[in-house]
C-alpha cells in the first residue's frame, strides 16, 4: 500500500467498515458501482489516495453520485468539503454560545466500560483548535486521543477488530494531521502515541482479514514513528508483531523478525522480550529445529519474564510496552510451540492446565481454545478436539475474531477423518454455517 497522508479520515473509517481494507478494494467497489449506475468514470487508486489525504476536497458530479450510491450517505459525513463552507456558528448563535458548543462537542469519550464512541464533529473541532497552536487544546487532544486508543483496544479483545477498527484510524489520522503543527516537545508524544495506534491498526487489520500490505502498511507507519521519536523499544516490538502476523508456512521469515527484536540495536523490556522468544521457540519448531532447541529457547523466555517487575495498575494498550505478557500467556503459548512441534499431548497438558487458570480476554481465550482443539486432535481425542472447537467458536463467531476463526477452520480439516462422529459433525456443521452467514 502506498504511503500518503491521512487527512480525510473519515472516509477511510467508513470503506474499512464497509469492508474495503485497501485502496485497491475500495476502486474496485467504485468502479462496480459506477458500472450498475451506468456512469462512465471510473477511478485510480491514486484518485481514491488524493480523497483520502485531502488534496481533493469535493468530488465531481459522477462522483458524488457514485460515492453517495455506496455510502448511504451525504459526502460531508465522509469527510468532503463544499467549495464554500458556511462558518460555524448557527444562524442568531454568539460568540459565547459558539465557544459553550465548542466545549461540550469535545467531550466526545463514550461511558466508561463501554465499546469507544468517537464523536466525528468533536474530533474535526479538536484537531482543528489543535491546528490554531493553542497548547492547552493540544494537550487536552492528546489525553484524549490517548484514552479513546485504549478504550479501542479493549473494545477489540471483547467484541472484535470491526468494532474497534475505525475508531482506531480516525485517531490516526488525528495524530498525523496535529503532529504538523504541534510544538517539538508535543508532537514527539503524539507520534509516540501514533506508533502504538499503528501498531494496533496492522493488528486489527490482520484479525479483520485485510490483504498483508493492508498489515504491512501499519507497520510500517509504526516503525517510522518509533525511529522518529528515538523509541528503539517500540522498533523492536512492532518486528515481534511481524514475526507474529508472519504466516507459518514463511517459518524463516518468522524467525528473523523474532531474533531481529532481541538482538538488534535496541532493549526490549522484559515482558516483550520474553514473548519475542517464544515466537523464535514458534519458528523453530515450524523449520523442524529438534524439540530440545525449541525447549532451551522457551527456557530463555521464562527468564527474561523472570526479570520484569511486577505490573502495576490496569493493563492498557499505551502504558508500559508488553505489560500484559504474563506467565499464564507464555505457558499456553509454549503449549502453541510444542504443538507446532510435534509434541501434541505435552501441548494438551500445557493448555488443559493454564487455560483454566489464566484471565484472557474474549478474543485470546477463543484462539487460544481454538489452538488447544487442534492439539487434541493430533493427540488421538477427536470428540475432546470437537468439544474444544465449540466452545471457541462460541467465544469468536459473535465478533469474528479472525485469527480465530482459521485455527479453527485448520482444526475441521483435521477433524476430517472423524466427521461422522457426532460432536465433530455438529463443529464442523456450525463452522459452516458461520463461513456462509
Not at 12 to 38: K, S
Not at 55 to 78: I, K
Not at 123 to 139: F, I, M, N
Not at 215 to 242: F, I, N, P, S
Amino acid at each position: 500500500m502506498p504511503e500518503h497522508a491521512v487527512a480525510n479520515w473519515r472516509i477511510v473509517a467508513a470503506r474499512v467498515e464497509r469492508g474495503w481494507h485497501t485502496q485497491e478494494d475500495f476502486a474496485a467497489a467504485y468502479d462496480e458501482t459506477a458500472r450498475e449506475l451506468r456512469e462512465q468514470a471510473r477511478i485510480s487508486v491514486r484518485q481514491v489516495r488524493r480523497w483520502e489525504s485531502g488534496e481533493s476536497t469535493w468530488p465531481n458530479r459522477d462522483a458524488r453520485r457514485v460515492l453517495e450510491a455506496m455510502f448511504g450517505c451525504p459526502l460531508e459525513d465522509l469527510g468532503f468539503r463544499r467549495p464554500a463552507r458556511p462558518t460555524g456558528r448557527r444562524p442568531g448563535e454568539s460568540g459565547r454560545q459558539l465557544e459553550e458548543r465548542d466545549v461540550r462537542r469535545r467531550t466526545f469519550l463514550g461511558l466508561a466500560g463501554a465499546a469507544p464512541v468517537l464523536d466525528l464533529d468533536a474530533l474535526d473541532d479538536l484537531t482543528a483548535a489543535a491546528h490554531g497552536a493553542r497548547r492547552h487544546v493540544e494537550r487536552e487532544l492528546l489525553d484524549h486521543l490517548r484514552t479513546a486508543l485504549d478504550d479501542a483496544a479493549r473494545a477489540d479483545g471483547l467484541a472484535g477488530p470491526h468494532e474497534a477498527l475505525p475508531t482506531v484510524l480516525g485517531i490516526l489520522a488525528a495524530i498525523n494531521s496535529a503532529a504538523r503543527t504541534a510544538a517539538p516537545g508535543l508532537r514527539r508524544e503524539l507520534l509516540t502515541l501514533g506508533a502504538r495506534g499503528a501498531e494496533l491498526a496492522a493488528w486489527l487489520h490482520r484479525d479483520a482479514g485485510a490483504l498483508a500490505p493492508a498489515v504491512a502498511y501499519w507497520h510500517h507507519q509504526a516503525k517510522e514513528w518509533a525511529t522518529l521519536t528515538g523509541d528503539g523499544a517500540m522498533h523492536a516490538y512492532v518486528l515481534l508483531r511481524q514475526a507474529q502476523a508472519t504466516d507459518r508456512t514463511d517459518a524463516a521469515r518468522m524467525l528473523d523478525l523474532a531474533r531481529a527484536a532481541t538482538t538488534g540495536p535496541w532493549t526490549l523490556p522484559p515482558r516483550p522480550r520474553a514473548e519475542a522468544f517464544q515466537q523464535q521457540a514458534r519458528a523453530l519448531a515450524l523449520t523442524g529445529a529438534r524439540v530440545e532447541e525449541v525447549a532451551r529457547t522457551l527456557d530463555q523466555a521464562h527468564g527474561a519474564l523472570g526479570q520484569a517487575a511486577p505490573a502495576s495498575g490496569p493493563v492498557t494498550c499505551t502504558g508500559t510496552l508488553g505489560d500484559g505478557y504474563t506467565n499464564q500467556r507464555l505457558m499456553v503459548q509454549s503449549a502453541i510451540c510444542y504443538r507446532e512441534a510435534g509434541q501434541s499431548e505435552r501441548a494438551v497438558s500445557l493448555f488443559g492446565e493454564h487455560l483454566a487458570t489464566g484471565g484472557f480476554a474474549p478474543r485470546d481465550r477463543a484462539f487460544f481454545t481454538a489452538q488447544y482443539s487442534g492439539a487434541l486432535v493430533a493427540a488421538g481425542e477427536p470428540d475432546e478436539a470437537a468439544s474444544a472447537a465449540l466452545e471457541a467458536l462460541a467465544l469468536a463467531a459473535g465478533a469474528r475474531f479472525g485469527q480465530a476463526l482459521a485455527e479453527l477452520h485448520r482444526t475441521a480439516d483435521d477433524l476430517a477423518p472423524y466427521a461422522g462422529r457426532p460432536a465433530v459433525r455438529e463443529f464442523r456443521q456450525r463452522l459452516g454455517e458461520l463461513a456462509v452467514a
